[in-house]
């Protein structure tokens, strides 16, 4: 096959384990929140997160993701106590149960990624902010030597929805990423994941556009994360709400397969394991 930007090997290092990205991998989400957009992604027991993430391996998830801050709009924030009380018996109980599981954490709070990662071996640190709400949290990454995913967001959860306006949407995007990467490198981050964010300070239109332009990332030579999983961007489109939009989904991370996507993160582990397996096997005729 001719080599190209989709055929390129991405390996990010997991405390010494290289985890190849040339295959995209499925992130699942395990919320530790009691108000998360999406109901069933809800899990405060630690019995019914370790039922949760034993399903999502099953189902082919590479890695899982735990967050404990809700970011939908209009959630209530938290202090970072509630978070890590939240989040510290749900990380350990996945390390003690899962050991080799790749475990991703979704904060912007450089103490709980610090935390997180000394005492739990936690691998992977995924940012809403990308550093702006915790302007210590790319000299923490640094210094823990993990992976980290930087999102595009404007504002604040509590304020991104009225953030939406842009000079030029994929240019202003693009030179957030120049900065962000170029702070990130000087530090010695060598491992960044590029999210471009989808319904984060971003319209209806915003988010297609920002999809249909996804193979314009490849500038940054980096691994693309994408969320769409049951998103406003779908429900609201297709007039229905976040539990009738599975297929919805499907088809977008399809989109986003072929447009670079190296991590989908989702709900719905074994539906997107099947749209990569079928991706792939198509893309070997390529």
């Known amino acids: 096959m001719t080599e190209s930007f989709f055929s390129k090997k991405h390996q990010i290092n997991c405390h010494g384990k290289l985890i190849d990205l040339s295959i995209p991998k499925v992130m699942g989400i395990v919320n530790v929140t009691p108000d ?19 399903k999502m391996l099953a189902d082919g998830a590479d890695m899982i993701d735990i967050g404990a801050y809700s970011s939908r709009p209009g959630a209530e924030p938290i202090d970072e106590a509630t978070e890590w009380n939240r989040l510290e018996p ?14 991703s954490l979704d904060t912007f709070r450089s103490a709980i990624a610090q935390h997180a990662v000394e005492k739990y071996k936690v691998d992977i640190i995924n940012d809403i902010s990308s550093g702006n709400l915790d302007p210590k949290m790319h000299e ?4 823990l030597k993990v992976p980290y995913v930087m999102m595009h967001m404007v504002g604040t959860p509590q304020t991104m929805q009225t953030q939406t306006q842009y000079l030029h949407l994929m240019k202003d995007i693009f030179l957030f990423f120049a900065k962000k990467i170029e702070s990130l490198k000087l530090l010695g981050v060598h491992d960044i994941i590029i999210d471009p964010g989808f319904g984060f300070a971003k319209n209806l239109d915003q988010n297609y556009e920002i999809l249909a332009k996804l193979d314009e990332f490849k500038i940054f030579e980096m691994p693309i ?6 998103k406003s961007m779908l429900y609201r489109f297709l007039n229905t709400t976040p539990e009738n939009v599975l297929n919805g989904t499907s088809v977008l991370n399809t989109i986003a397969l072929q447009k670079g996507a190296s991590i989908l993160r989702v709900h719905d582990v074994k539906e997107c394991s099947e749209c990569v397996k079928l991706f792939m096997k198509t893309k070997q005729f390529l």
């Open 225 to 230: 994360l994408v969320g769409l999983s049951r």
């Open 36 to 54: 998360s957009f999406f109901a069933q992604s809800r899990a405060m027991v630690t019995k019914e997160v370790l039922e949760r993430v034993k």
């Open 140 to 143: 923490t990454v640094a210094g």
């Open 90 to 103: 749900i990380i350990d109980a996945v390390r003690i149960e899962f050991p080799e599981c790749i475990i």
